[in-house]
């Protein structure tokens, strides 16, 4: 069977059939040409052409003539549509007709940084021009590093190498910041919260040395289909840009299929294994020969799926196909082997974390299962665009899970397939991820109490620091004064503090995994039982000072649950809209969590089997947060007896929470729920949906200004989902939020959406 033939299978065989909740066609689309802008050098269109790229496609025209003409410019475009030439050609076109010129390219990972130095390399040498690219990154020899600094045209790097080791040194790279012309950020989406928030403040530190050099470079920047990617890069580069957002790409049929495995136990809304599934689909193409990539989330699903697949496909009707895991941690000759063997379809599968989302080139494939939603729509569309051909037919599933959010998508596919409302969001302003900055530039290049980094405020923080001695005022200048190398200690990837590994004491203390330190007193206590990939480990210890916990894998037929005191406090309010009855906010607050006992849980039956206290010490966390208050009376008015309601409160809770990452673009961790049936602060029932990232980065505004959207697609989900009385999928399970939880918070959104000023 060829894929047409699999596809018709798959929409005529019922018992598949039954299963795919959703089936989007997307028709075949053709090319939009353009030709060569008029300045670009005849050597490097000869080039081009003898490639056999004798036009452009109208994005990248449109795209290299604002760049050309000085423009800052965003191209947002699919997968393999041809973005790399949007960059690459101005910037040669740039070093050919001034060989003093340079330009600096930031890629969000290693792997990625070195795929796409391949690429420019071969357009180079058949340019037969001296040209140097170099990669600089934690792998770069030291003796590699001076030539580099001094001769090299283009420097390919990644945000936190400019960060720790380009910016603090740029007294050993004048040659560079003087003649910068063009700064390329690709995957700029990939920035959001967190990390977006450090980079807008590393592009500030470069802008402010290339104003010491007296150079002014152009960005060009990249981005995958986001609901505001002008918006997001303008605050990353801190100026306006140009949005080329029309592409010009051809692109062959797409089926994009949403498959929810069959409900096993009704009253407890669990569904089959969505790994299990995925595997049984994947064996179905490729025992076909159809080229076929599955994406998992974690490292050891990875793994687990590879098992599987070749187990399936081993003996006579899975001879010569061969199947490969590619994953971090993998050794790059290993990666570049598998890179080659889909490029050349050696390989007829391949089971990939997202390390294979980015650009990496392993050719088009033709079908790409997903396994559980990614994070995100975008991630979602850029696995997805892992299949597909310029022209012919490609297949993308992807296989939900049982989370609220997975089934949430079953449910309401119209969020993948109408216009993305993902927002990528960042607060360059967070005042820790702020500070942080001003201590490496203050230690770049000292600092004039005029000059100001971000909005206002600087000269506050400068006057704060200085008081702790890290920084010596003299006159109006601020000069670094500690011993301390500022930029070592501050990683982008992260505004709290470090993370929890866990160690494997049966396997020579391997670290298996981490988990957040605000997370750790629940996960990780005593004698928890961490699920990892449906194998059991139990903490044994907990390094609380070395950031630790040791596990032993165990074989029990129970797991734990913590119980954890949360108490939250408004410190500030932002912004408020008080309707007639309810009050909706969203500002400053003071979240504490100690976590106080364990409950052992019986599996299947769900029997408390035993528990224990903890000792763990109280984690505080300032951040920002939304918040919606019920009048105090709801409960009678909506007829809800005193325990009921609370259940309700704390099942709405969970639902908001579980749903929002959606609206917000962020990852499911970071926003946490909690719900008080009279709260300090308003008086009244209150649910709080905050960022579990201290100091916030602007989630909150977001959802106070989308929270009408939110509560109408929450209720959607509870009142569809197939559960009696509450399910992990929806508001919790009914062991949480009691035998009326599920009816109690349709009650309540129902109350939300009528008295909403529409
Ligand atoms: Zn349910």
Redesign the pocket.
């Known amino acids: 069977m060829n894929l047409e033939q699999v596809i018709d299978y798959l929409r005529t065989d019922p018992s598949l059939r039954a299963n795919i909740t959703h089936w989007e066609t997307i028709v075949p689309k053709a090319a939009i040409y353009g030709d060569y802008p008029q300045q670009l050098s005849r050597q490097l269109v000869a080039t081009m052409v003898h490639r056999g790229i004798e036009r452009l496609y109208s994005h990248q025209q449109q795209a290299i003539r604002s760049i050309m003409d000085g423009k800052d410019t965003v191209v947002v475009t699919p997968t393999a549509s041809g973005k790399t030439l949007c960059y690459n050609l101005p910037v040669l076109d740039s070093i050919l007709k001034n060989r003093q010129s340079r330009a600096l390219y930031l890629f969000p990972t290693k792997a990625l940084s070195q795929d796409q130095m391949t690429e420019l390399y071969n357009l180079i040498q058949e340019l037969d021009v001296d040209i140097k690219t170099y990669t600089f990154d934690g792998d770069t020899p030291q003796t590699a590093r001076r030539a580099i600094r001094s001769a090299g045209h283009i420097v390919v790097t990644n945000p936190d190498m400019l960060h720790a080791g380009i910016l603090p040194h740029h007294t050993k790279w004048i040659k560079l910041f003087e003649n910068l012309d063009y700064v390329v950020i690709d995957e700029i989406h990939h920035y959001r919260g967190v990390f977006g928030s450090h980079l807008a403040n590393v592009i500030k530190r470069l802008q402010r040395i290339c104003r010491f050099y007296g150079s002014n470079p152009t960005f060009i920047c990249c981005s995958a289909t986001i609901a505001n990617p002008g918006e997001l890069t303008e605050k990353i580069i801190g100026r306006e840009v140009n949005v080329i957002d029309e592409n010009g790409a051809p692109s062959g049929e797409k089926h994009f299929l949403i498959y929810n495995p069959p409900v096993v136990n009704q009253q407890l809304?669990i569904r089959r294994s969505a790994i299990k599934e995925a595997a049984s689909l994947a064996t179905t193409f490729l025992r076909q020969r159809i080229q076929t990539i599955v994406f998992a989330h974690f490292r050891l699903y990875v793994e687990v799926l590879l098992t599987y697949l070749q187990r399936e496909l081993k003996g006579d009707f899975g001879e010569g196909i061969k199947i490969a895991g590619y994953r971090g941690g993998y050794l790059p000759n290993e990666r570049r082997r598998i890179e080659s063997g889909l490029r050349s379809g050696d390989i007829t599968g391949v089971v990939s974390t997202n390390a294979l989302e980015l650009g990496i080139d392993v050719g088009n494939l033709d079908v790409s299962i997903i396994v559980g939603y990614p994070g995100s729509i975008a991630s979602l569309w850029q696995q997805a665009g892992r299949a597909g051909r310029r022209s012919g037919v490609s297949l993308t599933i992807l296989v939900a899970n049982s989370s609220a959010i997975n089934?949430f998508l079953c449910t309401e596919p119209k969020y993948v397939f109408g216009k993305s409302p993902e927002s990528g969001i960042i607060d360059p302003d967070n005042l820790i991820i702020r500070t942080n900055h001003l201590k490496c530039a203050t230690f770049e290049l000292p600092f004039d109490s005029e000059e100001l980094l971000g909005d206002d405020g600087t000269s506050e923080i400068l006057d704060y620091l200085s008081e702790s001695n890290i920084i010596r005022r003299s006159g109006n200048r601020y000069h670094w004064s500690s011993e301390i190398y500022p930029a070592q200690q501050i990683s982008l990837r992260s505004a709290s503090p470090e993370n929890f590994v866990i160690l494997n004491e049966s396997h020579n203390a391997e670290v298996i995994g981490e988990v957040d330190y605000f997370s750790a007193p629940i996960f990780l206590h005593p004698e928890a039982i961490y699920l990892h990939s449906a194998r059991q480990y139990q903490v044994t210890k907990l390094d609380w000072e070395g950031r630790k916990a040791y596990v032993k894998e165990v074989q029990v037929d129970y797991y734990t649950d913590a119980e954890t005191k949360s108490d939250l406090k408004v410190l500030e309010v932002n912004e408020e809209s008080q309707q007639m009855e309810f009050v909706a906010g969203h500002g400053e607050v003071s979240v504490s969590n100690v976590t106080v006992l364990f409950k052992k849980i019986k599996f299947e039956t769900h029997e408390n089997v035993g528990f224990g206290d903890l000792d763990l010490p109280e984690m505080e966390m300032h951040t920002n947060s939304f918040w919606y208050a019920f009048p105090g009376d709801i409960r009678f008015r909506l007829d809800l007896d005193g325990a009921d309601f609370g259940s309700a409160l704390r099942g709405l809770a969970n639902i908001l929470g579980k749903i929002a990452p959606l609206w917000v673009m962020c990852d499911p961790r970071d926003l946490r729920s909690i719900s008080q049936v009279r709260a300090p602060f308003t008086e009244k029932p209150t649910v709080y949906i905050y960022e579990n990232i201290p100091g916030g980065v602007g989630l909150s505004e977001k959802l106070f200004s989308e929270s009408e959207r939110l509560f109408e697609s929450c209720r959607e989900h509870?009142r569809s989902?197939?559960?009696s009385s509450?399910?992990?999928?929806?508001?919790g399970p009914s062991l949480e939020v009691g035998e009326h939880g599920?009816a109690g918070v349709i009650k309540l959104l129902d109350y939300m959406l009528a008295v909403a000023p529409v």
């Open positions: 809304g089934q509870v989902c197939s559960c509450g399910c992990p999928s929806c508001v599920k």
